[in-house]
């Protein structure tokens, strides 16, 4: 085995403790995510379009009386990292709402659960303007506000249902209604936890704003967690643009010389210095394993 | 149709994969940051450093590397 890793310096015995310290993490507690919002906001079509999974779509009657917790294997579908795979959790509760019966057992096992995830994902419908029972549960889980996100899923249905197939993007007049409607949610979910709140508007369909929306996830996890989950992302960032435009655009991209674009030429020079690096680095890792 | 394509609308993708590019970036410093904190608290900070070192360049590509590690895991 060699005793060097390249410029790195990280040695075999350093390598490994590395390995066995992320492994035991993983072990101890595995990434885990949970779903909250009604019936059909698209929580499943949404974990599958950023992690390229297969969790299971609901079927046409919501049927998740418990909290469900799923492993759910992921297979990286790109780069170096093409083929490999690994798990993570979700944990799916059930449907706010479905039967007021229901509501106290539910509040109880929200609050039982609750505590395992690192982050949770609160979905909306951008067209579902009743969110009074989602202020309910919300006002009953105080505990939890600093781990939930918002994401307003569904914005492509927003009137006047003109997305711009083109371009893959809304169209101006439904962005200035997704404005109205992100800043009219932001202001009643605000005033039931009494400060800020992160709501971002995608669409898991059209794989609109994903971006902002795994970001967000990132940042809402304990910050020595959110490494995991970053390393779990397996969307590109650009996955949105149409295929049959992608080359235009990123041609334009490359010719345009404003100053945001010239420092992101210098990140890009910066990423294939170390892209190669980087397989000199995989090379070694790999070939040491090996021996 | 490729050649319908207006100069506005090139130029709310271009607006949108910049905003885009911008939140990955983001999102992996913020991570980076969160690995720095996770290694030292256990105990590796020597290992955390050397990282550091090694990828204050291509913050992406420690995602890359990330992913080896929790793929092979």
């Given at each position: ?18 390995q066995n310290a992320i492994t035991t993490e993983l072990e101890r507690k595995p990434p885990t ?38 492993d ?14 690994t798990k993570f959790r ?138 995991i ?63 | ?41 256990i ?26 590690i929790v793929?092979v895991a």
């Open positions: 085995m060699n005793e060097k890793m390249t410029n790195s310096q990280l040695t075999a015995e350093e390598m490994k403790d590395l995510i949970a779903l909250i919002g009604v019936s059909g906001v698209g929580k499943s079509s949404t974990i599958n379009t950023l992690f390229k999974t297969n969790f299971a779509t609901s079927d046409t009657v919501a049927c998740t009386k418990e909290f469900q917790s799923k759910v294997l992921l297979k990286f579908t790109e780069g170096q990292t093409k083929d490999l795979s979700v944990i799916d509760a059930p449907g706010l709402g479905e039967d007021i019966t229901h509501d106290p057992d539910y509040l109880s096992m929200y609050r039982n659960h609750l505590p395992q995830c690192d982050v949770i994902l609160w979905i909306l419908a951008a067209k579902n303007r009743a969110v009074a029972l989602d202020q309910t549960y919300l006002k009953e889980l105080k505990q939890f506000h600093k781990k939930i996100i918002f994401g307003l899923n569904q914005v492509d249905l927003i009137e006047p249902m003109n997305w711009n197939s083109k371009i893959n993007l809304p169209s101006e007049e439904q962005i200035e209604n997704m404005n109205i409607i992100v800043k009219d949610r932001r202001q009643k979910f605000q005033d039931i936890i009494g400060d800020d709140i992160k709501l971002i508007p995608y669409s898991a369909k059209m794989r609109y704003n994903l971006q902002e929306l795994f970001t967000s996830i990132i940042i809402s996890c304990p910050s020595e967690r959110a490494w989950f970053q390393s779990l992302k397996n969307f590109r960032y650009d996955d949105f643009i149409p295929a049959k435009i992608h080359n235009i655009i990123m041609d334009r991209k490359e010719n345009l010389s404003s100053p945001s674009i010239k420092s992101n030429n210098s990140f890009i020079s910066n990423l294939k210095t170390s892209i190669k690096n980087f397989k000199i680095f995989l090379n070694n890792l790999f070939s040491s394993n090996k021996q | 149709m490729v050649e319908e394509l207006t100069g506005q609308e090139i130029g709310r993708v271009l607006d949108e994969l910049e905003k885009a590019d911008e939140y990955a970036q983001k999102g992996a410093l913020f991570s980076f940051d969160g690995l720095i904190t996770f290694l030292s608290g105990g590796l900070a020597a290992i955390a450093e050397k990282l550091k070192e090694y990828f204050k360049d291509g913050i992406v590509i420690l995602i890359e590397f990330l992913k080896v793929g």
